[in-house]
């Protein structure tokens, strides 16, 4: 079984940076695919970033230039800056396996406000 964590979540001012983290505890040796994904109030979830186990990177037009997804051999992370209103939701991380399919993080709220 594979849970994924998310922490860096907070409240910052409009122009502000955060920088959100995903541990998994257990093993996630076949990923094929993990990212980062926001529900705002009354909206749908969306995808924010995702990399693939290719290397090859994917941003929402919304976030491009001011977020960035990195990972490491320990936990997966959302550098994001610049932050707007608009960015206020909770934010998932997300982590395809080939064999298992989904998991998802129970989410870190993020709220950009003055």
């Known amino acids: 079984q594979v849970q994924l964590v998310e922490s860096g979540g907070g409240l910052v001012q409009p122009g502000g940076s955060l920088r959100l983290s995903c541990v998994a505890r257990?093993?996630?040796?076949?990923?094929?695919?993990m990212g980062w994904y926001r529900q705002a109030p009354g909206k749908e979830r969306e995808l924010v970033a995702v990399?693939?186990?290719?290397?090859s990177i994917n941003y929402a037009d919304s976030v491009k230039g001011r977020f960035t997804i990195s990972k490491d051999a320990v936990k997966m992370y959302l550098q994001m800056n610049s932050l707007k209103p608009e960015d206020t939701a909770v934010y998932y991380c997300n982590v395809h396996l080939i064999a298992t399919g989904n998991y998802w993080g129970q989410g870190t709220q993020v709220t950009v406000s003055s």
């Open positions: 990399i693939t186990s290719g290397g």
């Open positions: 257990g093993s996630i040796f076949s990923w094929n695919v």
